[in-house]
């Protein structure tokens, strides 16, 4: 019995002491980062998938039948316009022009012959001793002569130009495609593929598309009554280029397709970009990063949020220091680290920004507030 009881002291103790630890761990109370919501001015971003086309791209066709005979520019050359591309060998052109040339000899003797013979008859005419008939009928003579001259020349003049279809020269500036004909290729002007493309990339223009909600909101947003004025004023665009960065001259968007396509119900634009370094080749393909510019609008930092079956909620605080788990709609389209919010709060509620991991429904917490431009300015 003496042993017994000392045994029995000791275990009341210890679970005294034990009840005592659990109630200090459930009355203990975390901090928490709190943040009361105000208005923001937050831009959204939007990308879209684009294709690039060069300023220019002009196929370079054959205008005459005949073999390539000189290539004077390499695939990727940069040229200039005029620069001489193609020879092509046509010796029945050059033969045309010697043809038409001693077919103007002819008419031109065959004209001095007839304004020979109308300076023959006058005289006569004139002392009767030949009738008017004669003339005329030399007048008439002389005039279709001229009219034989006039016709060989406008021939010369056509075989020269056939001929000088033999060399081909850049119409622009810009880079050479492929060359899917080499030397000794016989070439026409029905042939289905062109000798090359001359691509101007000097400028390249990005197509793009959205669709009939973000082409409202585009115009509901931008500054400006008119088209024109709306597109001078909205803010540049970014460009991503396929291997993820972020192309380092910005552009501008041109133009407003006016039809809607309807299979697709999108709109199409287009945005002008400098490409002075020639890094952009035309036929390539980007994203395009649009912003927008929202004012007075409250934003939530992702970190605030979580995620069940596609819904986001957030935990709010209550005045008595309890959270409770609220859910938002927020922006199809987050300004970089934060959503902005569409319903589910007003200004001034207090969402918790940290830890929401640990938290649960009813939890008391100790928060401490935090202000605004920290939170954002650190995400």
Not at 16 to 39: A, F, G, I, M
Not at 160 to 184: D, H, M, Q, R
Not at 210 to 227: C, M, P, S, V, Y
């Amino acid at each position: 019995m003496f042993l017994v009881c000392p045994l029995i002291l000791i275990s009341c103790h210890s679970n005294q002491s034990s009840q005592k630890d659990s109630n200090k761990q459930l009355t203990q109370v975390k901090s928490y980062s709190v943040l009361t919501l105000s208005p923001q001015t937050a831009v959204i971003y939007s990308d879209f998938p684009a294709t690039i086309q060069g300023q220019q791209n002009v196929e370079i066709r054959p205008k005459i039948d005949g073999y390539l005979e000189n290539i004077y520019v390499d695939e990727g050359s940069i040229v200039k316009k005029g620069q001489l591309l193609f020879r092509i060998s046509a010796p029945s052109y050059e033969q045309e022009v010697r043809t038409a040339e001693a077919n103007i000899k002819i008419a031109q003797a065959d004209l001095n012959s007839a304004a020979m013979e109308v300076n023959k008859v006058k005289p006569l005419v004139a002392q009767d001793i030949v009738s008017k008939y004669e003339l005329e009928s030399a007048q008439y003579t002389l005039q279709s002569k001229k009219a034989a001259l006039a016709q060989a020349e406008a021939n010369l003049v056509n075989a020269k130009i056939n001929l000088a279809y033999s060399k081909i020269f850049s119409p622009a500036n810009g880079v050479i495609g492929a060359l899917p004909f080499k030397i000794g290729s016989l070439v026409n002007s029905t042939t289905t593929q062109p000798l090359t493309t001359v691509s101007n990339i000097q400028n390249v223009y990005v197509y793009f598309s959205i669709n009939e909600k973000q082409q409202l909101d585009f115009f509901i947003n931008a500054r400006g009554n008119t088209l024109k004025e709306k597109l001078a004023t909205y803010p540049p665009v970014s460009l991503l280029l396929p291997n993820g960065t972020v192309y380092y001259y910005k552009g501008r968007i041109e133009t407003i397709g006016g039809l809607v396509n309807v299979s697709t119900g999108s709109i199409s634009l287009r945005a002008t970009f400098p490409n002075p370094d020639g890094i952009i080749r035309s036929g390539g393909s980007a994203t395009v990063r649009i912003p927008m510019t929202f004012n007075n609008v409250l934003l939530i930092p992702q970190s605030a949020t979580y995620q069940i079956q596609g819904q986001l909620f957030v935990y709010v605080l209550s005045p008595d220091n309890t959270v409770h788990s609220t859910s938002i709609e927020v922006n199809s389209n987050a300004s970089g680290h934060s959503y902005v919010l569409q319903s589910g709060l007003k200004q001034g509620d207090k969402i918790v920004v940290d830890g929401i991991g640990n938290l649960r429904e009813g939890l008391s917490i100790k928060p401490i507030i935090v202000r605004a431009d920290s939170v954002y300015a650190s995400l």
